[in-house]
């Protein structure tokens, strides 16, 4: 086995996430391995099923290498799927076409989840790791890797709903008939996602991130108290792991931008932001705590090319000519997009971050 380089030669993702000084912005795409791509989509029906393809360690480091091939990005994030602790856990993950995620066995009372634990990382959940090491290796330092989870309250939303949701209302019944269920819940998960997450660093990953794709469904009360609370104990649990401790994290909690200040405060590395926060407001609220992370519109992608650089200057000029910006979509990238605009994406983000740094 070649052993790992320690530092890429593309750190730029890195640097900035430390909020030091770049050559110019960097970008990479969330989901830029995945359905827009026909090399994606070769791979997957080789796979014969998404499960089969997240579950090679082979196949997903040949998805995760595909959009670098294609593009000049500056990450590379792990192919993989936010609920693979849930499915670790024994709740059956599976995935019906045109209706996304389902679980087998959801969680309906207090014993489904007291009878929770923390999955083995090595052992129920070795295929993401081995995926990770291979990754790893594969980039030959070329750009950093990024590993990645849900967060408690995203994986608690689709353990109790058992699929996908607008409103998860049964996870947030739950809440209120139940809270003590519902912590106990997200207490275990929080210690997973933390293991999970240290397991990933201690396999190669560079960077880490939590998605936290459904907190911007909570009200203030309730966000405070079922993810900014377990985002906290995620971040301080990392801090304490000796795999962990160095690698930067980056929160993203969509659609969560009123609490951008008390995200900060959790003593994470950077915040991934949506498009309904404006940058220079969002630099301007947490000053130098954090990096930032975003923040177009996925639906830019489908817009004219000039279109799509306007609206990265105008995305770059907003952040200003300051240290620590990582350019990224507010959300992921959709599957009916020309890949050909992403390139234009990029290549728009590397010239106006040069432009801006020469300024």
Known sequence: MLPMPTEPKNDRFLRALRREPTDTT??????QAGRYLPEYRATRARAGSFMALAQNPELACEVTLQPLERFDLDAAILFSDILTIPDAMGL??????????????PLRNAADIAALAVPDMEGELRYVMDAVRLIRRELAGRVP?????????????YMVQGEGSRDFARAKALAWNDPQAMHRLLDVLARAVAAYLSA????????LMVFDTWGGLLSPPMFRELSLRYLAQVTERLKADPHAAELPLV??????????????????????????VDLGEARRRVG?????????????????????????????EAFGNHSGHVFNLGHGITPDVDPEHVKVLVDAVHAAGRRMRTN
């Open 200 to 207: 990933q660093a201690a396999a190669g990953a560079q960077a």
């Open 251 to 276: 929160l993203f909690s969509k659609g969560a931008g009123a609490h951008i200040e008390a995200l900060a405060d959790t003593g994470c590395a950077a915040l991934g932001l949506d498009w309904t």
């Open 26 to 31: 960097p970008v990479w795409i969330m989901r």
């Open 288 to 316: 130098d705590r954090v990096a930032l992370q975003g923040n177009l519109d996925p639906s830019v992608l489908h817009a004219a090319p000039d279109v799509i650089v306007r609206e990265v200057d105008g995305a770059i």
């Open 145 to 157: 890797l990024i590993g990645f989870s849900g967060s408690p309250w995203t994986l608690a939303c």
């Open 92 to 105: 059956g993950l599976g995935f019906v076409a045109g209706e996304g995620p389902k679980f087998e066995r």
